[in-house]
């Protein structure tokens, strides 16, 4: 088991950055895959990157080259560094783990 809190989402302007941070309740060393999923209003949930245990990363098309997945193990926290913010990144963003373990969701909003 393992709590996921989210945290750093906001309201930026378009063009502008924000660093997304997800505390986990213990150790995150031994959990293989962690990643970062976003859900617009009327949309289903999708995925925006994940991150190995042994650092490989993956990116959905939309936000390669302008979002930055990364973990330290050290402070149980993972991190979703997003740059040049399109408003078509406003979302409900959620921090997952592997085994199904789910933050409670951080709001972005990006106004044009």
């Known amino acids: 088991q393992v709590q996921l809190v989210e945290s750093g989402g906001g309201l930026v302007q378009a063009g502008g950055s924000l660093r997304l941070s997800c505390a986990a309740s213990?150790?995150?060393?031994?959990?293989?895959?962690m990643g970062w999923y976003r859900q617009a209003p009327g949309k289903q949930r999708e995925l925006v990157a994940t991150i190995s245990r042994g650092g490989n990363t993956r990116y959905a098309d939309p936000v390669k080259g302008r979002f930055t997945i990364s973990r330290d193990n050290a402070k149980n926290t993972m991190y979703l560094q997003m740059n040049s913010l399109k408003p078509e990144d406003t979302a409900v963003y959620y921090c997952?783990?592997?085994?199904?373990?789910w933050g409670q969701g951080t709001q972005v909003t990006v106004s044009s």
């Open positions: 997952y783990a592997l085994g199904d373990f």
């Open positions: 213990r150790s995150i060393f031994s959990i293989n895959v």
